[in-house]
């Protein structure tokens, strides 16, 4: 009896020690007051659609997920989402003890058969770990949770500035088996040594699947007012946002100043005035009709009952296009010379709105190691299951 008592006590003090390891979201030292709009790259494990991510990561409509995954205005809820491709999801992003991660979304409702551990790694594609599943809803044991029981999953995010040069957005990005950190680079535009300085990465071989990144992407400049109900709102290059209750379709343009319009689709009986006071232009005209080295009326930000409008000072041309985002449907860049690369060739076709990962590969490839902190993680993860095993053998013996 002593024995087993015995046993119990370290298993639980194992578990719990396990549990405080985990570090939740990515570096944020923002203030706590503050929040701001991030993203993270959703992977999914089955077919589904677009209605059904929007339900998942509690979006209040689908069409939030149009613009940063370049669909058309016109796309339904129904449109497809293949097993394994990923999908762009807008979250708020709050930041506590220099932390950052989710506003107290998604919530996710515990189904039949589920665990932490699944419900990380396959509900949510391996963006958070079951620890901090288990940590921000204060589970004790995470073999306890139940049929029905909602959890908060924190979502990796952060609000931090990065550099002086042009603000960004943080993206939170799942390594793919066979990635490189050059061709992530590549792939979202970024500087591999940022990328390194953001993640806390030594050396940039080092990198291991399954590890999240945090991504930052250049978003455009604009005159949304502070006052204004989106005035978090952030366009990355190459993609475009619905806003104002999906009144106002707001793009990142080549000069990378955020162009906004009337939504070509809305309804447009159903939206406030769109007019710049004391002129016959609406959001996006000029007084040349270029939006090019002349006034424009811009679009300022809405409130409960009005679009707000402003008259911008003449914007100056800039030749040079604003980087898209990869192109959605496509696999990424390959890694550069010597890094490892997936076998199989990419389909013929994929559907738009999403980006295909790489093929699975015919054979298992060696799995390159992790940056320190991450190796830790994972040698950390070992041992506990091991130890959780001898425990377990031990105490059926002593039985």
């Keep these: 009896m002593k024995v087993r008592t015995t046993l119990f006590f370290f298993l639980a003090l194992l578990i719990t020690t396990h549990l405080r390891a985990a570090a939740l979201g990515f570096k944020c030292s923002s203030a706590t007051t ?193 006052s204004s109900l989106d005035k978090s709102l952030a366009v990355a290059g190459g993609s475009y946002a619905l806003t104002a209750h999906n009144c106002v379709q707001c793009k990142c343009s080549n000069s990378w100043q955020l162009q906004c319009e009337p939504n070509p689709v809305a309804n447009m009986s159903a939206c406030p005035s769109m007019h710049c006071k004391g002129t016959n232009m609406v959001i996006g005209d000029s007084v040349t009709g270029t939006g090019c080295g002349s006034p424009t009326c811009s679009y300022a930000g809405y409130t409960n009952q009005s679009i707000l409008t402003a008259i911008a000072a003449g914007q100056t041309c800039v030749p040079a296009a604003a980087p898209t985002l990869p192109p959605t449907g496509a696999p990424p860049p390959p890694p550069s010379t010597g890094a490892r690369q997936p076998t199989g060739a990419p389909p013929a076709q994929q559907p738009t709105g999403v980006v295909q990962p790489p093929s699975v590969p015919s054979s298992p490839q060696p799995r390159s190691s992790a940056p320190r902190h991450h190796a830790a993680r994972l040698a950390w993860q070992l041992i506990f299951y091991a130890t959780l095993a001898f425990l377990s053998s031990a105490f059926h013996w002593q039985c």
């Design 34 to 226: 503050h929040t701001c709009q991030s993203m993270v790259g959703y992977i999914a494990s089955t077919n589904t659609t677009l209605a059904a991510v929007a339900t998942k990561f509690g979006l209040r409509s689908y069409a939030v997920l149009l613009g940063p995954n370049s669909l058309p205005l016109n796309a339904s809820g129904h449109h497809p989402v293949g097993s394994g491709q990923t999908v762009r999801v807008p979250i708020p992003c709050r930041c506590t003890d220099g932390r950052g991660y989710s506003d107290r979304v998604p919530v996710h409702t515990v189904q039949d058969n589920e665990y932490l551990y699944v419900i990380a790694t396959e509900v949510f594609s391996s963006l958070v770990d079951y620890p901090s599943i288990a940590a921000v809803n204060r589970i004790r044991d995470p073999n306890t949770i139940h049929n029905g029981q909602r959890l908060w999953i924190p979502l990796p995010c952060s609000c931090d500035p990065v550099g002086k040069k042009f603000p960004v957005i943080h993206y939170a990005h799942v390594v793919l088996p066979g990635s490189s950190l050059d061709g992530i680079a590549a792939q979202f535009g970024d500087d591999e040594g940022q990328i390194m300085k953001l993640n806390g990465i030594e050396n940039p071989n080092l990198l291991a699947a399954g590890q999240v990144l945090d991504i930052p992407l250049r978003v455009c400049s604009s005159q949304i007012r502070n």
